[in-house]
């Protein structure tokens, strides 16, 4: 107990960055139905980017949102909890179908009195768990207590929107700006790989030859040439306005990772790959084309309009599939996705015809039209396929068929990219590729990279991480041989830790203690320094670092031989004994410490001020903390972890 009261001495110098998040408060009422009959309201105000689960979750997840009543020879429960429909949708972070609900939900429990003059209390408390985008929260208690036969009515509220909400949704807006940039960003090339289709790249110097004949001046053609780029952005901003008006936010996230939806984008991403590769051209129908070249001939601002109009139609065959999976990408940025997406794409095709109308002698240094049009066209046919399967590898993860496992899908994109460098060197030909006299440096530059690729995914058919992709495959678990073909068996003097009492094997197969106080009796006897790894079954965050970043060679050497590990799981349901339950404050309200993972919560957030994970503390065999704590978002990358470590070693070897 010394022990923690001079952390908490010492707190304020260490973690200036720390944060107590609470993003869920919760409202008790209650409705009478007739003299006998009583509904008892939960009400759960959620922040804004936050969400909690609903009570019927299954497989190996986060946790449910769970309610417990005590008995009580007053009351009977009629049925169980009802709540409101959920949110439904496959999450990638838990790899599974979740019912969720956002920013409201309420809970319904009927009950009917038996007793109807004497006082008494209906009490129980909620058991749940808080997540949004990047982490969750440990499971939170929440008691309640309604009176009845009283004279007043109660209204019980848990909590409110604290000063640490607002600021945190604060950051959660800026992380999500970053996120915009990066879909304008790839919205932005992909846009330029449309550019560079025979359906588009022969329309620029068409389009700026007549602009400049057709006006009296070299201004009046550049300004034209302006209003018919800024039309081709209107006309492909207003689709990503229209799928989002007509979708809305809620069903685009959906859309992203729904089962469903999954296998449809899978189907689609097959019919635009097969399209680009020449099996068929995906037309609009000619009345449209011919509707909107006429409209054109009207002359003014009008007919510039209708004329980005009409190449918008007549290159769809070109630009439908990218801007069509472009769609599907952006769909996740929620409303404003499909916009930026869209935004995006349409600069990158409007921009060069205005520097063209403006330069029109650079028309030169364009390479001429031919077949290496169609090379691109087919290039992105290879692409769009290989992206398809991740589509249906989400699906099969949500559905756990186990059809088309990490295995399965390494050996498909091995495939797939081989024939796409083969392509490239002129060993495939298709039906609308021109004969390959030579082979030039850019094709030979792009076969390279696509062969290389091809050969460094060929070691994940055998358990290898492919760092460059882990995006894409399914996970290491969800694999014929989840631990690989040549795993060795563990040495149960690994670590330089018996396997005893008080030891576990971890992640990376280091073994790592549960127990503070015989973490840092071993520590004083090996003389080594200790890291408290505050985890969580259920953290996301936690898995992505033990597999990202722990399991660098360097890092896991210091890991393993140079430290010793206290793993503490907020989020362990393992009940304390009666003695061992106490009650304390937490972020202001009344905590009662049940469990060990309530234990382990409560010593995070009064010492170090934080209750998110992962969190790694540096200490000293006097508990003293020796640098700044880690978390996953500042340090979940290998340089900056394996400098966090090596600054802790120097500074323990330093006293």
């Not at 400049?212 to 081709?232: E, L, P, Q, R, V």
């Not at 449809?264 to 449209?288: E, H, K, M, N, R």
């Not at 995070?604 to 996953?632: K, M, R």
Request: charged share 20%; with cysteine; net charge negative.
């Amino acid at each position: 107990m010394k022990r923690y009261i001079f952390f908490l001495l010492i707190i304020f110098s260490f973690n200036s960055n720390s944060q107590i998040y609470d993003p869920v408060s919760w409202e008790f009422s209650k409705n009478k139905i007739d003299n006998k009959r009583y509904e008892l309201v939960f009400t759960a105000n959620i922040d804004d980017g936050w969400y909690i689960y609903s009570q019927y979750l299954k497989g190996d997840g986060p946790v449910p949102t769970e309610f417990t009543f005590q008995g009580s020879s007053n009351f009977n429960l009629i049925d169980k909890v009802k709540e409101d429909d959920a949110n439904e949708a496959y999450d990638p972070n838990f790899e599974m179908l979740l019912k969720f609900f956002k920013k409201k939900a309420v809970f319904v429990q009927q009950i009917e009195i038996v007793n109807e003059k004497s006082p008494f209390s209906v009490k129980g408390d909620i058991y749940f768990m808080t997540c949004d985008e990047k982490q969750c929260l440990p499971p939170e208690i929440i008691e309640f207590d309604f009176k009845f036969n009283e004279d007043k009515s109660h209204n019980f509220v848990s909590s409110s929107l604290s000063e640490e909400s607002v600021n945190k949704i604060g950051n959660s807006a800026s992380k999500k700006s970053k996120n915009f940039w990066l879909l304008f960003f790839i919205s932005f090339l992909s846009g330029f790989a449309a550019l560079l289709t025979p359906c588009v790249f022969p329309m620029i110097p068409m389009t700026v030859s007549y602009f400049t004949k057709a006006s009296k001046t070299k201004s009046k053609g550049i300004f034209n040439a302006i209003i018919y780029g800024i039309s081709i952005i209107i006309i492909y901003v207003a689709l990503g306005v229209g799928v989002s008006n007509i979708f809305g936010a809620d069903a685009l996230n959906n859309m992203a990772t729904n089962v469903y939806f999954n296998i449809a984008f899978f189907l689609l991403l097959i019919v635009f790959g097969a399209s680009f590769l020449g099996a068929f051209d995906l037309t609009l129908p000619s009345s449209w084309i011919n509707k909107s070249d006429k409209a054109s001939d009207k002359g003014g601002y009008i007919g510039i309009f209708f004329m980005a109009f009409t190449l918008a139609l007549v290159s769809f065959s070109c630009t439908g599939p990218i801007v069509g999976t472009l769609l599907v990408e952006a769909a996740s940025g929620g409303y404003f996705g499909p916009i930026i997406g869209m935004l995006g794409f349409s600069l990158a095709i409007a921009i060069p015809f205005a520097i063209f109308a403006a330069f029109p002698g650079w028309l030169n240094s364009l390479p001429q039209s031919g077949g290496w049009l169609n090379s691109v066209k087919v290039t992105l046919g290879f692409l769009e396929i290989a992206l398809a399967f991740k589509f249906l590898s989400n699906a099969d993860l949500v559905l756990q068929l186990h059809l088309l496992e990490r295995e399965l899908f390494i050996a498909i994109w091995v495939v797939i990219f081989m024939l796409l460098t083969f392509y490239l060197l002129g060993f495939i030909r298709f039906a609308h590729d021109s004969d390959l006299k030579y082979l030039s440096v850019t094709r030979l530059s792009l076969a390279i990279i696509t062969g290389a690729f091809t050969i460094y995914m060929i070691p994940g058919l055998w358990g290898a991480p492919l760092k460059l992709i882990n995006a894409f495959p399914p996970p290491m678990h969800y694999s014929e041989s989840p631990n690989g073909f040549s795993t060795n068996s563990t040495n149960k003097t690994e670590n330089n830790i018996e396997l005893k009492s008080g030891t576990h094997l971890g992640p990376q197969g280091i073994y790592v203690f549960h127990d503070y106080e015989k973490g840092l009796e071993h520590a004083k006897k090996e003389n080594l320094p200790v890291m408290i790894d505050f985890t969580g079954w259920a953290c996301v965050n936690c898995r992505k670092m033990e597999e990202q970043v722990w399991s660098d060679n360097e890092v896991k050497e210091i890991l393993k031989n140079e430290i010793v590990i206290v793993s503490l799981y907020v989020d362990e349901r393992t009940k304390l004994s009666e003695e061992n339950q106490y009650e304390t404050t937490l972020a202001g309200k009344p905590k009662k410490v049940r469990t060990i993972g309530d234990k382990w919560m409560v010593l995070q957030a009064n010492l170090y001020g934080t209750n998110s994970q992962p969190y790694y503390v540096f200490i000293d065999h006097s508990g003293n903390q020796l640098i700044e704590s880690a978390n996953y978002q500042d340090y979940g990358t290998v340089d900056k972890f394996k400098d966090w470590l090596i600054r802790g070693l120097n500074e323990f070897n330093n006293i």
